[in-house]
């Protein structure tokens, strides 16, 4: 996405931003590519063997395809019918099954300790408040144990301009994570600088924060 370095992009009403990514998610190939977020994938070692797993705003399918190779049953939500059409395709020609629904995450009733894992990898459309909302759901839906995958871009990202939302209040610092997940087993907390390369949608020198957290038991 393209931004200003200020931030101060107006906020887009839900039908714009549908119209949005429906035309981004209509143009041939994969906006962010086929393979899964290098950071999620980063974490196979510590992603459980089997269970049940939830990739949220899945887009194209490349995050739920690869925890479904891995053994675990998923599901994927996204809020463009285009993306959940694609990742249809997608997860059928990668010989898997995923549970796809068209859904929008912040009105969602979410379910309560029912996933082993959550891969919420760059989902800042979200506002501070339904972010909130997002996070204590993620807390809510995670089985005692289970784990939480997060991936984003930091504030420091509006000075790249190589992905992510234009508002500054949409984008990650540590100490908030830290926060909305007090009293969590923080297995890695890292804030770094990387070239990314994920498709069109993420490609370039990008300011990243990544979390892998561990629901108490």
Request: no cysteine; hydrophobic share 45%; net charge neutral.
């Amino acid at each position: 996405m393209s931004q200003s370095a200020g931030g101060h992009a107006p906020r887009k009403t839900h039908a714009q931003a549908l119209e949005r990514w429906n035309g981004r998610y209509s143009a041939p190939g994969f906006l962010f590519g086929e393979a899964p977020n290098a950071y999620l994938a980063s974490k196979a070692d510590v992603l459980p063997r089997r269970g049940r797993a939830l990739s949220v705003a899945d887009g194209e399918g490349r995050n739920s395809v690869w925890l479904a190779e891995r053994g675990l049953a998923v599901d994927a939500l996204d809020f463009s019918p285009v993306a959940v059409a694609k990742a249809r395709k997608f997860a059928a020609s990668r010989g898997v099954k995923v549970d796809f629904a068209v859904a929008n995450v912040v009105e969602l009733e979410w379910p309560a300790q029912t996933y082993d894992v959550i891969a919420a990898i760059f989902i800042q459309f979200a506002t501070p408040e339904e972010r909130a909302n997002l996070f204590a759901w993620f807390q809510r839906a995670l089985k005692p144990g289970g784990l939480l995958v997060l991936q984003g871009y930091r504030v420091e990202q509006l000075g790249y301009g190589t992905g992510g939302p234009p508002e500054r209040d949409h984008l990650y610092t540590a100490a908030m994570v830290k926060q909305a997940f007090r009293g969590w087993q923080f297995l890695e907390i890292a804030t770094y600088d990387e070239e990314i390369h994920e498709g069109a949608g993420h490609n370039g020198m990008s300011a990243l924060l990544g979390a892998t957290i561990r629901k108490p038991v």
